[in-house]
T-cell receptor, first 114, second 110 residues
Framework: GAVVSQHPSRVICKSGTSVKIECRSL??????MFWYRQFPKQSLMLMAT?????????EQGVEKDKFLINHASLTLSTLTVTSAHPEDSSFYIC??????????FGQGTRLTVV | AQSVAQPEDQVNVAEGNPLTVKCTYS??????LFWYVQYPNRGLQFLLK??????LVKGSYGFEAEFNKSQTSFHLKKPSALVSDSALYFC????????FGQGTTLQVKP
Protein backbone atom coordinates (compact mmCIF):
# COMPACT_ATOMS: atom_id res chain seq x y z
CA GLY A 1 0.00 0.00 0.00
CA ALA A 2 0.89 3.64 -0.20
CA VAL A 3 3.13 5.23 2.43
CA VAL A 4 2.31 8.20 4.59
CA SER A 5 5.10 9.58 6.74
CA GLN A 6 4.33 11.60 9.83
CA HIS A 7 6.98 13.52 11.75
CA PRO A 8 7.89 13.77 14.56
CA SER A 9 6.74 10.56 16.21
CA ARG A 10 7.14 12.08 19.66
CA VAL A 11 7.45 15.65 20.85
CA ILE A 12 7.54 17.28 24.25
CA CYS A 13 7.02 21.00 24.45
CA LYS A 14 6.54 23.64 27.08
CA SER A 15 3.16 25.14 27.76
CA GLY A 16 2.58 28.24 25.62
CA THR A 17 4.82 27.20 22.75
CA SER A 18 3.74 25.99 19.31
CA VAL A 19 4.39 22.61 17.74
CA LYS A 20 4.28 21.67 14.07
CA ILE A 21 3.51 18.15 12.87
CA GLU A 22 4.18 17.16 9.28
CA CYS A 23 2.34 14.60 7.19
CA ARG A 24 3.75 13.53 3.85
CA SER A 25 2.44 11.15 1.22
CA LEU A 26 5.59 9.55 -0.14
CA UNK A 27 4.47 7.73 -3.26
CA UNK A 28 1.16 9.21 -4.26
CA UNK A 29 -0.56 12.55 -4.57
CA UNK A 30 -3.00 13.19 -1.77
CA UNK A 31 -5.69 15.60 -2.76
CA UNK A 32 -7.25 15.24 0.66
CA MET A 33 -5.64 14.83 4.05
CA PHE A 34 -7.29 14.28 7.39
CA TRP A 35 -6.14 15.04 10.91
CA TYR A 36 -7.31 12.97 13.83
CA ARG A 37 -6.83 13.12 17.56
CA GLN A 38 -6.90 10.02 19.70
CA PHE A 39 -7.19 9.81 23.46
CA PRO A 40 -5.94 6.72 25.29
CA LYS A 41 -7.95 3.62 24.49
CA GLN A 42 -10.44 5.64 22.49
CA SER A 43 -11.37 5.99 18.88
CA LEU A 44 -10.03 8.51 16.43
CA MET A 45 -11.75 11.86 16.47
CA LEU A 46 -11.69 13.68 13.16
CA MET A 47 -10.41 17.19 13.67
CA ALA A 48 -10.29 18.57 10.17
CA THR A 49 -10.18 17.78 6.49
CA UNK A 50 -7.77 19.61 4.25
CA UNK A 51 -7.71 19.82 0.49
CA UNK A 52 -4.64 20.96 -1.35
CA UNK A 53 -4.64 24.68 -1.99
CA UNK A 54 -7.73 25.49 0.03
CA UNK A 55 -8.66 26.15 3.62
CA UNK A 56 -9.23 23.23 5.91
CA UNK A 57 -12.71 22.23 7.00
CA UNK A 58 -12.86 21.83 10.75
CA GLU A 59 -15.18 19.57 12.65
CA GLN A 60 -17.55 21.07 15.17
CA GLY A 61 -15.83 21.95 18.42
CA VAL A 62 -12.32 22.09 16.97
CA GLU A 63 -10.69 25.52 17.28
CA LYS A 64 -9.27 26.48 13.91
CA ASP A 65 -7.07 29.22 15.40
CA LYS A 66 -5.52 26.74 17.78
CA PHE A 67 -5.03 23.90 15.35
CA LEU A 68 -3.65 25.47 12.19
CA ILE A 69 -3.68 23.24 9.14
CA ASN A 70 -1.81 23.96 5.95
CA HIS A 71 -2.00 21.77 2.86
CA ALA A 72 0.36 23.60 0.55
CA SER A 73 1.13 20.76 -1.84
CA LEU A 74 -0.26 17.43 -2.96
CA THR A 75 2.22 15.60 -0.76
CA LEU A 76 2.43 17.69 2.41
CA SER A 77 0.04 18.83 5.10
CA THR A 78 1.02 20.33 8.43
CA LEU A 79 -0.80 20.68 11.72
CA THR A 80 0.44 23.38 14.08
CA VAL A 81 -0.76 23.32 17.65
CA THR A 82 -0.47 26.94 18.75
CA SER A 83 0.01 28.07 22.34
CA ALA A 84 -0.07 24.49 23.50
CA HIS A 85 -1.49 23.58 26.89
CA PRO A 86 -1.31 20.31 28.83
CA GLU A 87 -4.85 19.44 27.75
CA ASP A 88 -3.61 19.39 24.15
CA SER A 89 -1.45 16.41 25.01
CA SER A 90 -2.67 13.57 22.85
CA PHE A 91 -1.87 11.23 19.98
CA TYR A 92 -2.34 12.96 16.63
CA ILE A 93 -2.69 10.94 13.44
CA CYS A 94 -2.81 12.13 9.87
CA UNK A 95 -4.36 10.33 6.94
CA UNK A 96 -3.99 10.89 3.24
CA UNK A 97 -6.42 9.76 0.59
CA UNK A 98 -5.64 9.10 -3.00
CA UNK A 99 -8.07 9.70 -5.82
CA UNK A 100 -9.95 6.55 -4.93
CA UNK A 101 -11.61 5.77 -1.63
CA UNK A 102 -8.77 4.31 0.40
CA UNK A 103 -7.03 6.27 3.13
CA UNK A 104 -3.52 5.67 4.38
CA PHE A 105 -2.33 6.64 7.81
CA GLY A 106 0.80 8.12 9.25
CA GLN A 107 2.54 6.58 12.22
CA GLY A 108 1.09 9.12 14.62
CA THR A 109 2.64 11.81 16.83
CA ARG A 110 2.61 11.62 20.60
CA LEU A 111 2.44 15.21 21.86
CA THR A 112 3.17 15.92 25.50
CA VAL A 113 2.80 19.47 26.78
CA VAL A 114 4.51 20.15 30.09
CA ALA B 1 -25.60 11.03 9.37
CA GLN B 2 -23.28 8.12 8.82
CA SER B 3 -22.08 6.15 11.80
CA VAL B 4 -20.20 3.01 12.62
CA ALA B 5 -20.64 1.00 15.79
CA GLN B 6 -18.47 -1.63 17.38
CA PRO B 7 -20.55 -3.06 20.21
CA GLU B 8 -17.71 -4.82 22.02
CA ASP B 9 -14.99 -2.93 23.86
CA GLN B 10 -12.92 -6.09 24.15
CA VAL B 11 -12.88 -9.55 22.65
CA ASN B 12 -10.93 -12.36 24.27
CA VAL B 13 -10.06 -15.52 22.39
CA ALA B 14 -7.63 -18.39 22.82
CA GLU B 15 -4.85 -18.82 20.32
CA GLY B 16 -5.88 -21.14 17.51
CA ASN B 17 -9.58 -20.44 17.92
CA PRO B 18 -11.62 -18.48 15.41
CA LEU B 19 -12.22 -14.82 16.17
CA THR B 20 -14.93 -12.33 15.27
CA VAL B 21 -14.90 -8.60 15.85
CA LYS B 22 -18.29 -7.04 15.23
CA CYS B 23 -19.16 -3.90 13.32
CA THR B 24 -22.47 -2.41 12.22
CA TYR B 25 -22.96 0.63 10.07
CA SER B 26 -25.53 3.24 9.27
CA UNK B 27 -24.88 5.11 6.06
CA UNK B 28 -26.95 6.45 3.25
CA UNK B 29 -26.20 5.11 -0.18
CA UNK B 30 -23.60 2.48 -0.90
CA UNK B 31 -21.28 1.95 2.04
CA UNK B 32 -17.52 1.91 1.69
CA LEU B 33 -16.32 -0.06 4.70
CA PHE B 34 -12.87 -0.66 6.10
CA TRP B 35 -11.05 -2.45 8.87
CA TYR B 36 -7.87 -1.11 10.40
CA VAL B 37 -5.59 -2.42 13.15
CA GLN B 38 -3.60 -0.28 15.57
CA TYR B 39 -0.68 -1.39 17.70
CA PRO B 40 0.33 0.68 20.78
CA ASN B 41 1.62 4.16 19.93
CA ARG B 42 1.40 3.48 16.22
CA GLY B 43 -0.74 4.67 13.36
CA LEU B 44 -3.41 2.57 11.73
CA GLN B 45 -2.67 -0.29 9.38
CA PHE B 46 -5.14 -1.14 6.64
CA LEU B 47 -6.53 -4.67 6.78
CA LEU B 48 -9.26 -4.81 4.16
CA LYS B 49 -12.07 -2.93 2.52
CA UNK B 50 -15.47 -3.48 0.94
CA UNK B 51 -16.43 -1.25 -1.94
CA UNK B 52 -18.56 -3.47 -4.12
CA UNK B 53 -18.64 -7.04 -5.37
CA UNK B 54 -18.30 -10.18 -3.30
CA UNK B 55 -19.67 -9.92 0.19
CA LEU B 56 -16.74 -11.87 1.61
CA VAL B 57 -13.62 -9.75 1.52
CA LYS B 58 -10.18 -11.18 2.17
CA GLY B 59 -7.47 -8.99 3.60
CA SER B 60 -4.05 -8.90 5.18
CA TYR B 61 -2.68 -11.35 7.77
CA GLY B 62 -5.41 -13.93 7.13
CA PHE B 63 -8.27 -11.65 8.10
CA GLU B 64 -11.55 -11.52 6.23
CA ALA B 65 -14.81 -9.68 6.64
CA GLU B 66 -18.34 -10.37 5.52
CA PHE B 67 -20.55 -7.57 4.27
CA ASN B 68 -24.19 -8.22 5.17
CA LYS B 69 -26.53 -5.62 3.76
CA SER B 70 -29.68 -6.90 5.44
CA GLN B 71 -28.04 -6.80 8.86
CA THR B 72 -25.96 -3.70 8.05
CA SER B 73 -22.93 -5.48 9.41
CA PHE B 74 -19.30 -5.89 8.42
CA HIS B 75 -17.81 -8.29 10.96
CA LEU B 76 -14.09 -9.02 10.93
CA LYS B 77 -13.12 -12.69 11.15
CA LYS B 78 -10.11 -14.94 11.24
CA PRO B 79 -10.25 -18.75 11.31
CA SER B 80 -7.34 -19.21 13.70
CA ALA B 81 -6.17 -16.43 16.02
CA LEU B 82 -2.54 -15.71 16.83
CA VAL B 83 -1.18 -14.05 19.96
CA SER B 84 0.36 -11.43 17.66
CA ASP B 85 -3.15 -10.47 16.50
CA SER B 86 -3.70 -8.81 19.88
CA ALA B 87 -4.29 -5.14 19.10
CA LEU B 88 -6.94 -2.46 18.75
CA TYR B 89 -9.24 -2.88 15.76
CA PHE B 90 -11.28 -0.16 14.10
CA CYS B 91 -14.11 -0.43 11.66
CA UNK B 92 -14.67 2.62 9.46
CA UNK B 93 -16.93 3.91 6.75
CA UNK B 94 -16.08 6.41 4.08
CA UNK B 95 -18.62 8.63 2.42
CA UNK B 96 -16.44 11.67 1.91
CA UNK B 97 -14.66 11.47 5.23
CA UNK B 98 -13.54 8.45 7.15
CA UNK B 99 -15.60 7.84 10.27
CA PHE B 100 -14.44 5.29 12.83
CA GLY B 101 -16.16 3.00 15.24
CA GLN B 102 -15.23 3.09 18.89
CA GLY B 103 -12.61 0.42 18.53
CA THR B 104 -12.41 -3.12 19.89
CA THR B 105 -9.44 -4.47 21.79
CA LEU B 106 -8.64 -8.00 20.73
CA GLN B 107 -6.80 -10.08 23.30
CA VAL B 108 -5.51 -13.45 22.11
CA LYS B 109 -4.20 -15.62 24.90
CA PRO B 110 -1.76 -18.50 24.44
Amino acid sequence: GAVVSQHPSRVICKSGTSVKIECRSLDFQATTMFWYRQFPKQSLMLMATSNEGSKATYEQGVEKDKFLINHASLTLSTLTVTSAHPEDSSFYICSARDRLTEAFFGQGTRLTVV
Amino acid sequence: AQSVAQPEDQVNVAEGNPLTVKCTYSVSGNPYLFWYVQYPNRGLQFLLKYITGDNLVKGSYGFEAEFNKSQTSFHLKKPSALVSDSALYFCASNTGKLIFGQGTTLQVKP
